[in-house]
């Protein structure tokens, strides 16, 4: 290899660690400004009152006040949120994930007349505004009798959800034929193949939605809103809501509520991100 071959590869290599260089910064450097209004809000969160507004502004308290986390969890109610935010999404995320698996196993793999057009129709549904179906709606739940109580925001989703019907059926569609037809040569029921064969290696698609529907029962704040009167009921977005009323000017109090909102979703992805980021790589490749 001539000398000239050398010095062309090793300046390819200075180039392309440059390059990496350079990309890994320009990361690393977006990450901690997006991180900036989250590392402001801890810290407000653990300064005494009157302290926000001190000019210029300090990043670190000259004393933490953990009481502030303490006051928000006991006199705030915001344990009694974090509970009924759990007893109101846990269930439709969990049983919700299930028949929505069922049906994109069945909108995948299995051949049944209109197959097509049922899954067209469910595809039209995402396209519906919520705004569009919020008063119907409303109408039916206050006609069953269910206002002021939890049923209209756990028994719909525990029918599942369009978005993650389609989302699995588009991971179940990269799994080969050839697997089904094996089961069923041993005696499999599409039950069965779907329990033992497609369940499992759906898991990061399946790890994915049930992340997302976590989240978007967790954050959801119209949907209470809408229905639960009662204070004890209060999810925990209604009840940051109502520090607003309580704590107009205690920012340190709304921070610390805020901060102890954002543990169970950090918890959460940090535990499952590999799942997660797995499950949206890999759906979509056909179908």
């Given at each position: 290899?001539?000398?000239?071959?050398?010095?062309?590869?090793?300046?390819?290599?200075?180039?392309?660690?440059?390059?990496?260089?350079?990309?890994?910064?320009?990361?690393?450097?977006?990450?901690?400004?997006?991180?900036?209004?989250?590392?402001?809000?801890?810290?407000?969160?653990?300064?005494?009152?009157?302290?926000?507004?001190?000019?210029?502004?300090?990043?670190?308290?000259?004393?933490?006040?953990?009481?502030?986390?303490?006051?928000?969890?006991?006199?705030?109610?915001?344990?009694?949120?974090?509970?009924?935010?759990?007893?109101?999404?846990?269930?439709?995320?969990?049983?919700?994930?299930?028949?929505?698996?069922?049906?994109?196993?069945?909108?995948?793999?299995?051949?049944?007349?209109?197959?097509?057009?049922?899954?067209?129709?469910?595809?039209?549904?995402?396209?519906?505004?919520?705004?569009?179906?919020?008063?119907?709606?409303?109408?039916?739940?206050?006609?069953?009798?269910?206002?002021?109580?939890?049923?209209?925001?756990?028994?719909?989703?525990?029918?599942?959800?369009?978005?993650?019907?389609?989302?699995?059926?588009q991971f179940f569609m990269t799994i080969p034929d050839?697997?089904?037809?094996?089961?069923?040569?041993?005696?499999?029921?599409?039950?069965?193949?779907?329990?033992?064969?497609?369940?499992?290696?759906?898991?990061?698609?399946?790890?994915?939605?049930?992340?997302?529907?976590?989240?978007?029962?967790?954050?959801?704040?119209?949907?209470?809103?809408?229905?639960?009167?009662?204070?004890?009921?209060?999810?925990?977005?209604?009840?940051?809501?109502?520090?607003?009323?309580?704590?107009?000017?205690?920012?340190?109090?709304?921070?610390?509520?805020?901060?102890?909102?954002?543990i169970p979703t950090i918890l959460l992805f940090f535990f499952a991100?590999?799942?997660?980021?797995?499950?949206?790589?890999?759906?979509?490749?056909?179908?």
């Amino acid at each position: 290899m001539s000398t000239t071959s050398i010095s062309w590869n090793k300046n390819m290599k200075n180039i392309q660690l440059i390059k990496k260089i350079s990309a890994y910064a320009f990361l690393i450097i977006g990450g901690l400004i997006m991180a900036v209004p989250f590392f402001w809000m801890l810290s407000t969160s653990l300064k005494p009152e009157g302290a926000v507004f001190e000019m210029p502004p300090k990043w670190l308290p000259e004393k933490f006040v953990w009481e502030n986390y303490w006051i928000v969890l006991t006199e705030a109610n915001l344990l009694r949120g974090f509970i009924n935010t759990f007893l109101v999404i846990i269930p439709p995320t969990i049983v919700g994930l299930f028949t929505s698996s069922l049906a994109a196993f069945a909108f995948a793999k299995l051949k049944f007349p209109g197959r097509d057009k049922l899954f067209f129709l469910l595809l039209a549904t995402i396209m519906l505004p919520g705004v569009v179906t919020m008063v119907p709606t409303f109408i039916i739940f206050r006609d069953l009798g269910w206002l002021d109580t939890w049923k209209p925001l756990i028994i719909p989703g525990m029918f599942g959800a369009a978005m993650t019907v389609f989302f699995l059926r588009q991971f179940f569609m990269t799994i080969p034929d050839e697997l089904i037809e094996a089961a069923k040569i041993d005696g499999l029921s599409y039950f069965g193949i779907f329990l033992r064969i497609m369940f499992p290696l759906a898991k990061p698609a399946i790890v994915t939605q049930g992340i997302l529907g976590f989240l978007a029962g967790y954050n959801d704040f119209m949907g209470p809103l809408i229905y639960i009167n009662t204070p004890e009921k209060f999810t925990l977005q209604l009840v940051l809501a109502s520090f607003n009323g309580y704590y107009t000017s205690e920012w340190t109090l709304i921070m610390a509520g805020s901060v102890l909102a954002l543990i169970p979703t950090i918890l959460l992805f940090f535990f499952a991100q590999k799942q997660f980021i797995e499950g949206i790589t890999m759906t979509g490749v056909k179908g």
